[in-house]
């Protein structure tokens, strides 16, 4: 796995189900989800297969705008949406998973990430 960089995007290079390769731009990753010995990599249009933990993923890719919400979820806040509810869902409509000991932690770092990209 490698980030590559064209001007401000970055696009990562993921294995699909371990045979081919193809570039996905990080901004298009919803949310990555472990599964077993294997993770979950959901864009807005596909599902990749990756051998890789979820410990790997955090260290690869970038802190701004990734956040692990769960032990077996990794969100793009560049998707999260806060509904008058009180939850968190993505622009897709799918509920996020966030374990109660990083709901703080999690409400803080989307707050902080919609005032710098408000901005």
């Not at 001007?7 to 290079?13: P, Q, S, T």
């Not at 939850?87 to 707050?111: H, M």
Request: proline content about 1%; overall charge neutral.
């Amino acid at each position: 796995m490698e980030i590559i960089c064209n001007g401000e995007k970055k696009d990562l290079l993921v294995k699909v189900n371990n045979k081919e390769e193809e570039y996905i731009n990080t901004m298009s990753i919803m949310y990555i989800k472990a599964e077993g010995h294997y993770t979950q990599v959901v864009t807005q249009d596909a599902r990749f297969t990756e051998r890789k933990t979820m410990t790997e993923w955090e260290n690869e890719l970038d802190e701004e705008g990734f956040f692990r919400t769960h032990k077996s979820f990794i969100v793009n806040l560049h998707h999260v949406r806060y509904s008058p509810a009180g939850k968190y869902i993505l622009s897709n409509g799918e509920k996020i998973k966030v374990s109660k000991y990083k709901l703080n932690a999690f409400k803080k770092f989307y707050d902080d990430y919609v005032r710098r990209h408000l901005d």
